[in-house]
């Protein structure tokens, strides 16, 4: 295999036959001691954690389910950049090994032709303002078969072989996503934070499109304009106004006016 070029991101690679979550595997260790830069990889998750509390489905063999513990000494407000950064390097790591073009939803979201190919969940310990650690856990949907996915997914949810990519091997992709997510991890450590927030704005699908946001009291309608330092996405609604979204599911209109 390749040796590993990169300076931080996988120094350590742990892996799992099977875990619960890598994202709490790596929490432990995190709180344990490990390194920044430690890798944890399970070749399936039992219970497999989404954003907004949802389950991600990792069946074994067919995608690749990892954790990576960071301990960044940015400030607490600058941290969601560390989510917007990961997913502009899972963008630039998935057309590198197969060329498929995926686009970023807001926030980051891997998506092809409105499925989602992948997925990040990022979870943060701070304390008086300051990060203890970060773990920064990507779940990306390699090859799968349909009959592994809950019928409600079915229509969602897209593999790298599904979207045209050919058969990529979880190795190949890992160390390719692992220089990736180093490459914009030192862009962040230097301070280069308008570097990753352009090369978001490039890939994203959001920006300059019709949305629709559900946040946990509201639904709005409205343009998706920009997304600010804080990784709020803005928009201006249909009756004009001008409003910052900071989490919740957003949809982008498709050409046939449905929201996916
Ligand atoms: C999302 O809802 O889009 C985020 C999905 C994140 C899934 C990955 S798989 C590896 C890591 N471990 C987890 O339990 N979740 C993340």
């Known amino acids: 295999m390749k040796k590993l070029g990169t300076k931080i991101i996988g120094k350590q690679i742990l892996t799992y036959t099977s875990l619960p979550s890598t994202n709490d595997m790596a929490k432990q260790l995190a709180v344990e001691g490990a390194a920044e830069g430690t890798v944890v990889v399970a070749e399936t998750q039992t219970a497999g954690k989404g954003r907004q509390g949802r389950n991600w489905v990792s069946p074994v063999g067919q995608g690749l389910w990892m954790s990576v513990i960071l301990r960044p000494t940015l400030k607490v407000v600058d941290t969601p950049l560390v989510a917007l950064a990961a997913a502009v390097a899972v963008e630039r790591a998935i057309t590198r090994v197969s060329g498929v073009q995926a686009g970023i939803k807001w926030p980051n979201d891997l998506v092809v032709d409105g499925k989602k190919l992948a997925g990040i969940l990022v979870e943060m310990q701070a304390t008086n303002a300051k990060v203890k650690y970060m773990i920064l856990g990507v779940g990306t949907n390699l090859v799968f078969n349909q009959s592994d996915l809950p019928v409600e997914l079915a229509d969602k949810i897209t593999s790298l072989q599904a979207a045209g990519g050919g058969l990529i091997s979880r190795e190949e992709y890992l160390m390719v996503l692992l220089e990736e997510l180093d490459k914009v991890y030192l862009q962040l450590s230097a301070g280069e934070f308008e570097l990753v927030l352009q090369a978001w704005r490039q890939k994203t699908i959001t920006l300059g499109n019709k949305i629709r946001a559900e946040g946990p009291t509201q639904l709005i309608y409205g343009m ?37």
Do not use: M
């Open 224 to 260: 998706a304009t920009d997304i600010d330092r804080t990784g709020a996405l803005l928009v201006t609604t249909e009756d004009g106004k001008q409003v910052k979204i900071l989490s919740g599911d957003v949809t982008v209109r498709a050409v046939d006016g449905k929201y996916c």
